[in-house]
């Protein structure tokens, strides 16, 4: 009988294992080959408008699609459901300022409601927003408040292949060219993410967002976070950068976050929530006008749109995200999935990132022009595999641009199969390599799509397509 090895001893590594049980489980379902046909037919073969009753293993996203723990579960029972100064938003607030630092909170139902806060407060028409890469529902908020989003990552992270260990970083000299080109009055901020998502879950270095401040203090910018996956990022910080392995990840997080003016976050990321958000700012001004604004869009300031309990799931969730032991099995489960497709060849996004494995669907497919769609055309076959659930993450989420009405044609054309926390187990990232690996065997015979529906907004939510004769 031949031996059978552990996936430690097949990588070369003691093996990890997660820092918990399992005490519920949700069923899923299997379906058949004829089901998944149907459903992704019916759904215009876009992954987002399938029913998740007909989906087996689900990586769409890892938004709110966390398992909470049983102190979280135990603090939904706390919910203070008080209209005004519910006593969960002051345990949310408090977390938010222990943990991340920031002097002042404003809660919001998810992430984008704290996008158009902050963009509709700090940007005037005209204004030019700088970025490390664009994320779609970011950007737009920045677009509808009158900015104009500009890229300044650095180059390597516009490159699958590039090993370089911080692609996330911004390049100061492109910075630098834009602030000569349009004067620092004209910037409203320089909006740093960390993780970056579309680049691939890629990181921003403590070395990165401490020069940034230096020139952010020089020209008189402000500089604002998205701190989404910056727990993720923190991690990235404490293994590749030197003088941060032996401090914690609060520890990294918090001096982050201490270089920049404030954040805004969807804590169904990071946070372990199914629902919620915040922003978080130190300067005055920049809060009076966002807590003014959020009874506008989301709810009073003391809930945000999010209820006593959802504040308090919250709070807990912020305190559990930065252990140590939880980053390193979430990273961990993640590179697994990454090491067993890199073993088969499949073309995927080097580094592998926080939260998500991508798959380079041009070098996929690479029979396949852009504008025939191959990174959602990867996702339906994906689908029709196994019924795994995967994303685009290229043309049809780029959008068009609002100048010209083109296309936007992203150099980084990939699928994203992205990790809920604590949710799967390795033998389900088995099978999701396993499906990746027969859809790999079968790309010389599959042809890419055709765009029949095209929403305005967020084309790619919505969008339906149908498959090239
Ligand atoms: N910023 C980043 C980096 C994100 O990834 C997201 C959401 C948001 C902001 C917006 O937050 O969804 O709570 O309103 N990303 C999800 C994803 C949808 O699947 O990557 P939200």
Request: with cysteine; charged share 25%; hydrophobic share 40%.
């Amino acid at each position: 009988m031949s031996e059978i090895k552990t996936a430690g001893q097949q990588f070369g590594r003691r093996s990890w294992a997660e820092p918990w049980k399992i005490k519920m489980v949700e069923p899923i379902r299997m379906t058949t080959a004829e089901e998944r046909q149907r459903a992704i037919q019916e759904a215009g073969y876009n992954t987002f408008l399938l029913k998740s009753e007909d989906v087996y293993i689900d990586l769409l996203t890892d938004s709110g699609t966390s398992a909470m723990s049983d102190r979280q579960w135990a603090g939904m029972m706390l919910g203070d459901e008080a209209y005004a100064g519910s006593r969960n938003f002051y345990r949310l607030e408090a977390a938010v300022q222990q943990y991340y630092g920031y002097r002042y909170v404003v809660p919001t139902h998810q992430g984008r409601g704290a996008e158009n806060l902050i963009s509709q407060a700090c940007i005037k028409r005209g204004n030019y927003v700088p970025g490390n890469m664009y994320f779609t529902t970011t950007r737009l908020h920045q677009e509808l408040a009158g900015g104009i989003f500009e890229d300044v990552i650095i180059d390597e992270a516009h490159d699958s292949q590039s090993l370089h260990p911080f692609k996330g970083n911004i390049d100061l000299g492109k910075l630098q060219a834009l602030v000569d080109r349009v004067g620092a009055a004209n910037i409203a901020y320089v909006s740093l993410a960390g993780t970056v998502n579309m680049a691939g879950g890629q990181p921003v270095s403590m070395e990165n967002v401490r020069a940034l401040r230096a020139f952010c203090d020089r020209h008189g910018i402000r500089m604002y976070l998205d701190a989404t996956r910056m727990v993720e990022n923190a991690f990235f910080i404490q293994e590749r950068e030197p003088g941060y392995a032996d401090k914690s990840i609060a520890a990294i997080l918090k001096e982050f976050c201490g270089y920049t003016d404030g954040a805004w976050m969807s804590a169904k990321k990071d946070n372990l929530v199914n629902i919620g958000g915040w922003l978080a700012v130190n300067h005055e001004d920049v809060f009076e006008a966002t807590r003014n604004l959020v009874v506008i869009y989301e709810g009073l300031h003391t809930y945000g749109g999010m209820a006593g309990r959802d504040m308090e799931a919250l709070a807990i969730g912020i305190e559990e995200s930065v252990q140590d032991d939880h980053v390193r099995s979430r990273i961990g489960q993640v590179r697994y999935l990454g090491q067993l497709l890199e073993q088969w060849d499949i073309p995927i996004v080097k580094p592998v990132g926080g939260h998500a494995i991508f798959l380079d669907a041009r070098r996929f497919y690479p029979h396949l022009e852009q504008s025939d769609f191959p990174g959602q055309t990867l996702a339906a076959e994906l689908y029709l595999d196994s019924g795994v659930r995967a994303m685009e993450r290229g043309v049809v989420s780029a959008g068009r641009d609002p100048a010209t009405g083109d296309h936007r044609y992203p150099k980084l054309e990939l699928t994203r199969l992205t990790i809920p926390r604590r949710v799967y187990t390795q033998a389900h990232m088995d099978v999701v390599a396993e499906s990746v690996k027969a859809a790999y065997d079968q790309r010389e015979k599959t042809r890419g799509l055709e765009m029949v529906y095209e929403p305005q907004y967020l084309r790619f939510f919505q969008a339906r397509f149908t498959p090239k004769g």
